[in-house]
């Protein structure tokens, strides 16, 4: 089956879904399930309303990489298939669009098969995709920083001088990274509400949510290797929504001279499917401007930056849909996925399947796209009126935020799910 063809037949699927559904054939992301009448932990394809079922059809994988290796397919995690590489997930793409196509019977013309494979997306579960052994945030949104910046240092000092050179980031804590649909409790720690007087202790007064996206990393590099930017994309296999809550009140306190401690390592939230590297390519766009140009290591002229549609909305207990607060998109990034993972390695640090690299506060330009709560309600300065007629200058206990994101392609989208997490009291 060669891409020509697969252009003219994939296009439409024999499992039915709306133009608006994010899991059309031109995706096909990949996550971890069980359903209710088969508790095991395996790999699953999202399309339309239903999950595939890999292990189920795992015998159809007859291509020369994947029939070697079918066993990954029913893993309890995504890392062995990440491992394998672009040859593996290639191909696994291509057998999956023939699978699923309306020109192709083998499923869709078995029932017994159908009914085993094929299972309402409101029958399963879902896990996190991976063991996730390191996780990186990184600050890779201009607006953001500078916004940032400014409410605390001021405008003429908004971006330190390192920022326009290299992708900052800092190591995140992978243990309490959760996947969509876990409740966050509000963090306790310590506080300085007053300059003037020493710290509290007691639960954070200003919690914050911050829009992100982030990347799994498939094959890694050995230690004292590393990877270079004109390889980093066969290092990338797939991206999710991430929130990445934050202790305001917690992380100014503590942040100098180290960084982000408690205030980050509470919770973070990643939504469910990894939508692999190959159906978001259809979606690239031009890379920002770098002004000025990057140090060579960095520098590549592929585009690498992706025009994918962000929302947030917060749903407190009295609504039926998630107020809106935020609409951005991926492509406000200043640093591309492949400079973060150039400069996180070029030590020789070695990456490992599973990987999460976050891509930081995706903020732009215009106010409604300013990616926090932070930002939106500019310090506390400016409160939000929400659809019920509530106010927010940060989160409150029982506030729900959904995130949200996907492609517009011609006729269909290629979708994220949601990520989404609801804010219980502090434990106290």
């Excluded at 031109?26 to 239903?50: C, M, T, W």
């Excluded at 189920?56 to 995690?77: C, H, Y």
């Excluded at 409740?183 to 300059?195: E, F, L, N, S």
């Excluded at 809106?324 to 150039?342: A, D, E, G």
Aim: aromatic letters at 10%; charged letters at 20%.
């Amino acid at each position: 089956y060669t891409g020509r063809f697969w252009l003219a037949t994939s296009r439409m699927s024999f499992v039915s879904y709306p133009p608006e559904s994010d899991f059309s054939i031109h995706n096909l992301p990949y996550g971890i399930f069980s359903s209710e009448k088969n508790s095991r932990l395996r790999v699953g394809v999202a399309i339309g309303d239903h999950v595939l079922d890999l292990s189920a059809v795992s015998n159809l994988f007859t291509g020369s990489v994947m029939s070697q290796n079918r066993i990954v397919l029913e893993k309890p995690v995504l890392n062995d298939f990440m491992k394998l590489g672009r040859p593996a997930w290639d191909e696994t793409r291509q057998t999956l669009q023939r699978l699923l196509s309306s020109q192709e019977g083998v499923i869709r013309d078995d029932a017994s098969l159908r009914e085993r494979a094929l299972i309402p997306m409101d029958k399963v579960l879902m896990y996190l995709p991976a063991e996730i052994g390191d996780y990186t945030d990184f600050y890779s949104s201009k607006e953001h920083a500078t916004n940032v910046g400014t409410m605390f240092r001021g405008p003429e000092n908004a971006l330190m001088p390192n920022w326009v050179h290299l992708p900052v980031g800092y190591h995140g804590r992978a243990s309490s990274v959760v996947v969509s649909g876990t409740p966050i409790h509000r963090p306790c720690g310590q506080t300085r509400p007053k300059d003037d007087e020493p710290p509290v202790f007691g639960p954070c007064r200003l919690l914050d949510f911050e829009l992100e996206m982030a990347f799994l990393v498939g094959p890694g590099n050995e230690l004292g290797h590393a990877i270079t930017v004109d390889k980093a994309q066969d290092h990338i296999f797939g991206m999710v929504i991430m929130n990445d809550w934050s202790a305001r009140d917690i992380q100014k306190w503590e942040y100098v001279p180290l960084g982000p401690f408690l205030g980050k390592n509470f919770g973070t939230t990643i939504s469910p499917w990894v939508v692999p590297m190959q159906a978001l390519e259809p979606f690239k766009v031009a890379n920002p401007v770098q002004d000025p140009l990057p140090l060579p290591y960095l520098r590549h002229s592929d585009p690498y930056s992706f025009d994918i549609q962000l929302q947030v909305g917060i749903k407190t207990g009295g609504m039926k849909e998630p107020s809106i607060v935020c609409q951005s998109n991926y492509r406000n990034l200043y640093w591309t996925m492949k400079q973060q993972l150039t400069h996180h390695s070029v030590t020789g640090c070695n990456m490992r399947p599973g990987d999460l690299l976050a891509s930081g506060t995706i903020s732009g330009k215009t106010p409604d796209s300013f990616g926090s709560m932070l930002e939106l309600s500019w310090r506390g300065t400016k409160p939000l009126t929400l659809s019920d007629g509530s106010t927010r200058k940060f989160l409150a206990d029982g506030d729900e935020v959904v995130m949200t994101g996907h492609c517009q392609g011609d006729g269909h989208r290629v979708g994220f799910g949601q990520c989404h997490g609801q804010v219980l009291p502090a434990l106290v």
